[in-house]
């Protein structure tokens, strides 16, 4: 308040609240209680680590990313008669910033959502271009894969867990980096992980269990490659 003070400024009453967002111990009713809150598009929650102990998660505000995805379906409805390259080019775009802002490690269930369904909502529009235009997710994924755009990259680090193995999201964002020959260090979050529990598509590629040799590892190749 003395920084406000100082300065001549003041809270907005109604954009200004309490909110009780305390560290509470695991298998508590109180957690149920402890309030979220969002800030610059994300939201903030006490989560649970993988060892046990409570962290503070971020995701994707559900307003930006209803927003996101009904920004996507009016693009691809008004845009539907483009040449498909451009459509391509652009939706990528648009995946790519969105990637880049909201990926974060607790938060890959938004993107999976964000990608799923852009990729169906522009099947949906270009299928009704007209009667004959029917567009197959198959066809439309071999010759236009949307993902995220990785030609800038020099290599990618893949954080792997168990659910994360699930998700058709992650084997998409894969398969962009191999299909780039982008180099994958793969780091096993998980201890229970073996290497033949990753997809085919990076056995046999770098990995490690230590974030530091992962991080050590990934500057190695960034040299190489940028020299």
């Known amino acids: 308040m003395y920084s406000l003070n100082r300065y001549g400024l003041e809270l907005h009453p109604d954009k200004t609240a309490l909110i009780q967002f305390g560290k509470s111990p695991l298998k508590s009713k109180a957690c149920a209680k402890n309030g979220t809150f969002d800030f ?6 006490w989560g649970n ?33 483009e040449p498909i390259r451009d459509q391509y080019n652009i939706l990528c775009a648009k995946l790519r910033g969105f990637y880049q802002y909201y990926g974060l490690r607790s938060n890959y269930k938004a993107l999976e959502v964000a990608y799923e369904h852009t990729e169906s909502a522009w099947r949906y529009w ?4 007209s009667h004959t235009a029917t567009v197959l997710f198959e066809e439309l994924r071999e010759v236009f894969p949307l ?3 990785v030609e800038k990259c020099d290599a990618c680090i893949f954080i792997a867990m168990h659910r994360a193995l699930e998700s058709s999201w992650c084997g998409a964002e894969l398969g962009a ?49 940028q020299g």
């Not at 270009?126 to 271009?129: A, C, E, F, K, T």
Request: hydrophobic share 40%; with cysteine.
């Open 126 to 129: 270009l299928s009704r271009r």
């Open 177 to 225: 980096f191999w299909k780039a020959r982008k180099p994958v260090v793969v780091y096993l979050a998980d201890s229970s992980l073996q290497e033949e529990d990753l997809p085919p598509i990076v056995q046999g590629d770098v990995w490690e269990r230590r974030i530091s040799r992962v991080v050590a590892r990934t500057q190695e190749i960034v040299k190489q490659v």
């Open 147 to 149: 993902r995220q755009a």
């Open 40 to 45: 610059l598009g994300f939201t903030f929650y």
């Open 49 to 81: 680590r993988l060892k046990g102990y409570r962290v503070i998660k971020k995701k994707t505000a559900r307003k930006r990313l209803n927003r996101f995805l009904k920004m996507t379906w009016n693009w691809c409805k008004e845009n539907r008669h």
